[in-house]
């Protein structure tokens, strides 16, 4: 049994192999930083994590690039109207981007790419496409000639009938009726940021910024591609375009999109105001987990209706673990162990696995836990349960919550001899470590002293000296 992952552009689920073996190489469509992050956003982002996840643990290594998008429509407009320049307002929602990924315990991606820091990688790309005859310049924009790349509508299966070729659209965003040239360079217009280049003096379009940071960072081809679902059309479908007509080859080879958190039937949006931000449930009293225990408890292939009822059932969940590891930890049980029981923690890390596997099956993943403790509380109640099988159903939490990372540390853990899984690695502590210096430079002091704290409960201690920051372990 291997991964399988159902796949946009082919629409079937497929197994899953990367190009090159044991190595991952994903990109992840990152936040466009205009304003705090919905928990709809927070949905992609878990499940991108959730994937991130797996695959480590599946013993791959992986190189996981995402970007933020500082330069688009929607953040200079946001910028505009608060008086301030793109990169003071943008450095903002930065910062509380990475906040909110630590309070819900979104793993780091390996690489970090920020739009404004490519531009001259922009401009290169494009003028290569240029070079290709795969784009035309209107009163000082560039734009890109879908007729000329055969594919165009591969990924999101478009229907092209009415397509009216040298019809353009300039915004980053637009609607599938709306399929015309895009843009890839735009002219300036007054009060807006520009950059002077070969192009002219301008600003990339939204689709260009992905392709380039993709490829610079992940090569011409690469293994999996992941966003939510509405990126498929035009995003997407732009990426492809332009990253395929210019190397001749397959862009990502999997692409993998999260359906869309729902409000009453309608997608959780800013603009259609139905929206609840992590600030928003925080201060209504939820905790981080519940709500990523709610993000999470439902496949990424299926639409989640957000209720906030089904996030308090979320937190009763977490709460009917917790009170059961209290169970366990602090009952005294007979002497011995009953063989039923160890059966079933022997198989659960099967069970975990081969739900995942099944293109992140997150309910399964859950249905089978949920049928441990079952079976466990069952058994305790009969007093059939030893003290022998204590050690194992507590791996199987820690098991699952390895992925699922909703508990909070078990006390008398550390008695435990987990697996090195469970201890942060070298690479993970570096992590934690940059974005502890990352919210020191955004005087984020609190944000810097809380990853600090974690670190030091994860047995590491970190020492700021004049050639940056040591640490090791305790
Ligand atoms: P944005 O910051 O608008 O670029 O969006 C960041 C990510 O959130 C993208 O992958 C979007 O597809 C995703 N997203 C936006 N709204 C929702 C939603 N209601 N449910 C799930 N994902 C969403
Ligand atoms: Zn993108």
Redesign the pocket.
């Known amino acids: 049994m291997m991964l399988a992952l159902y796949n946009t552009l082919s629409n079937r689920v497929e197994p899953f192999a990367p190009l090159a073996e044991g190595r991952v190489r994903m990109y992840?469509?990152?936040?466009?930083v205009y304003d705090y992050?919905?928990i709809?956003?927070y949905?992609?982002?878990v499940f991108a994590d959730i994937l991130r996840r797996h695959l480590r643990r599946s013993g791959y290594e992986l190189r996981h690039a995402m970007n933020l998008?500082d330069v688009d429509d929607k953040t200079i407009r946001n910028a505009k109207a608060a008086g301030m320049s793109l990169t003071d307002y943008t450095d903002k929602y930065i910062a509380a981007f990475w906040e909110d990924m630590l309070i819900l315990h979104m793993e780091r991606p390996e690489i970090i790419a920020r739009a404004t820091d490519h531009i001259p990688d922009m401009v290169n790309t494009i003028q290569q496409l240029e070079e290709r005859g795969f784009t035309y310049r209107r009163e000082g924009s560039v734009y890109f000639r879908i007729e000329k790349f055969p594919g165009y509508g591969k990924l999101s299966k478009i229907d092209l009938s009415g397509m009216r070729p040298g019809a353009r659209v300039d915004q980053d965003e637009y609607e599938k009726a709306d399929v015309r040239d895009f843009v890839l360079w735009k002219a300036p217009k007054p009060d807006e940021p520009y950059w002077e280049s070969e192009l002219g003096p301008g600003r990339p379009g939204w689709h260009i910024e992905c392709s380039v940071m993709a490829t610079k960072y992940l090569g011409e081809t690469f293994d999996i591609h992941a966003?939510?679902?509405?990126?498929v059309f035009p995003h997407h479908e732009n990426e492809i375009a332009q990253s395929e007509a210019l190397t001749g080859k397959p862009f990502a080879r999997y692409w993998v999109h999260?359906?869309?958190?729902?409000v009453d039937g309608q997608?959780?949006?800013k603009s259609l105001g139905n929206y609840y931000t992590l600030r928003d449930l925080l201060g209504r009293g939820y905790s981080p987990a519940a709500i990523r225990y709610l993000l999470a408890s439902v496949p990424h292939g299926k639409q989640l209706n957000f209720t906030l009822e089904g996030l308090q059932q979320a937190a009763n969940a977490i709460e009917r673990l917790e009170n059961f590891r209290f169970r366990l930890a602090h009952s005294s049980f007979p002497e011995g162990a009953n063989p039923e029981i160890e059966a079933k923690t022997a198989a659960f890390p099967e069970a975990l696995r081969k739900a995942l596997d099944d293109d992140l099956n997150t309910a399964q993943a859950l249905g089978a836990l949920f049928e441990l403790v079952r079976d466990a509380n069952t058994a305790i109640d009969k007093g059939q349960l030893c003290q022998g099988n204590v050690e194992g159903i507590l791996r199987c939490l820690e098991d699952w919550n390895g992925i699922f990372d909703v508990l909070p540390p078990a006390e008398g853990i550390s008695d435990l001899k987990l697996d090195a899984t469970f201890q942060l690695s070298a690479e993970e502590i570096e992590r934690k470590i940059q974005e502890r210096q990352d919210a020191r430079r955004g005087r984020n002091f609190a944000l810097a002293d809380q990853i600090r704290d974690a670190l030091v409960e994860a047995g590491v201690l970190i020492e700021d000296t004049r050639d940056g920051v040591r640490w090791r372990r305790k």
Do not use: W, Y
Request: charged share 15%.
């Open positions: 992840t469509c990152g936040p466009t992050a919905h709809g956003n949905r992609t982002f998008t966003g939510g679902t509405d990126l999260c359906e869309h958190l729902l997608k959780m949006s």
